[in-house]
């Protein structure tokens, strides 16, 4: 090994190799970012732990739920004499005035869906389940107590839909007695009630349900439909073709997705029908559903109406008709004259508000007298 070749050995060993290992280390310390420091341990003391559990619930009060949506009308102390205008008497709870009986599920189902064919709106959207339980309460409070009176042949829609056969009432000394009718009861206190011999929507109701009494006479006795008469219908068939009755044949009735159904067939189609009470704004009303397969298109369906029907116009994606005090609107099927043209097959649906004023009509966005 030469000399010179010995110095450079010793120039890389002691003098360079210190000098880059500095250049490492100072590098690694200026562009490698640091570890962030581990959170300080928590002493969870029974005094830091009832800072930091979430605050109890704060209880709905029913008296500030009623101030703010029906004082208005029933009055701050709940006597029927409130600050609105009403075409009518608002009901005084203080006399143990209620429309379709003092329980809480009645009440609570007047607050969700209102009353057709008054002013008493549903407030289903606006009012949450907890609201609406205590206003409940705090109304029922208001009334003095009364003792109900339930018979064994009493019922009652609960928790689930009801459906009853049997021989159905005369609406008065024009129409004779149904040996064969069926009432469809709803969860939402919607009773629809039909005839089968040859299927025809008869009457709607809203409130309680019925009282059967077909097993006291010889024969049977009608049954005793129990809530409030809100929509009659006509007394002609339900469908026609070219001006001709077209017979609806009977075909049962079920209990699916929460409600009641009547199922019948027309000569070329079979269809499913059902009920549920709707608002539309402030309007309270109910909505006959008609669910179509096959092929329907030759039948028109007549306007379920003792009236004779006028077109108004069309909103809300309703074709709609003032029949009397009611309007009648459809959906889903061609307007006529008198009716509505049915499609091949789908939904439609009749949507029925009574008892409304033109103005009332017309600030729901239903443009009565603007012609079709």
Not at 327 to 346: E, F
Request: proline share 8%; net charge neutral.
């Amino acid at each position: 090994m030469t000399a010179k070749s010995i110095i450079t050995n010793l120039v890389c060993v002691f003098i360079l190799s210190p000098i880059l290992a500095a250049l490492i280390i100072w590098g690694a310390y200026v562009f490698i970012p640091e570890s962030p420091a581990p959170p300080p341990a928590v002493d969870m003391t029974p005094a830091q732990a009832a800072v930091i559990r979430p605050a109890p619930h704060t209880p709905v009060s029913g008296r500030t739920v009623y101030m703010a949506n029906c004082a208005k009308c029933h009055g701050a102390s709940g006597d029927g004499k409130g600050t609105e205008l009403l075409d009518r008497p608002a009901r005084s709870f203080l006399e143990g005035g209620f429309s379709f009986g003092n329980t809480t599920e009645a009440v609570r189902r007047v607050v969700q869906h209102g009353i057709a064919g008054t002013p008493m709106p549903g407030f289903a959207g606006t009012l949450n389940a907890a609201q609406a339980r205590a206003v409940v309460k705090y109304v029922l409070a208001m009334a003095p107590a009364a003792e109900l009176d339930v018979e064994d042949a009493l019922l009652e829609v609960r928790d689930r839909p009801l459906v009853l056969r049997g021989m159905l009432p005369a609406r008065g000394p024009f129409e004779e007695v149904q040996p064969r009718g069926v009432l469809l009861g709803g969860t939402d206190g919607l009773t629809l009630a039909y005839d089968v011999d040859d299927v025809r929507f008869r009457v709607a109701r809203q409130g309680a349900f019925a009282r059967r009494t077909d097993w006291e006479g010889r024969g049977g006795t009608p049954i005793e439909p129990l809530g409030r008469e809100i929509h009659w219908s006509g007394f002609g068939p339900a469908f026609v073709q070219d001006g001709e009755p077209v017979q609806a044949r009977f075909r049962g009735t079920s209990i699916r997705d929460g409600r009641a159904e009547l199922r019948f067939s027309l000569p070329q189609a079979d269809v499913r029908e059902w009920g549920v009470i709707r608002s539309l704004g402030i309007l309270p009303g109910y909505v006959r559903t008609l669910h179509i397969e096959g092929n329907a298109s030759p039948y028109t369906l007549q306007l379920p109406t003792l009236e004779s029907p006028v077109q108004v116009g069309k909103g809300h994606d309703f074709h709609w008709w003032r029949a009397g005090q009611d309007l009648i609107g459809v959906r889903g099927a061609t307007p006529t004259k008198d009716g509505a043209a049915l499609p091949a097959n789908g939904i439609v649906e009749l949507f029925v508000i009574p008892g409304v004023d033109v103005d009332a009509a017309r600030r729901a966005g239903i443009p009565e007298g603007a012609g079709t």
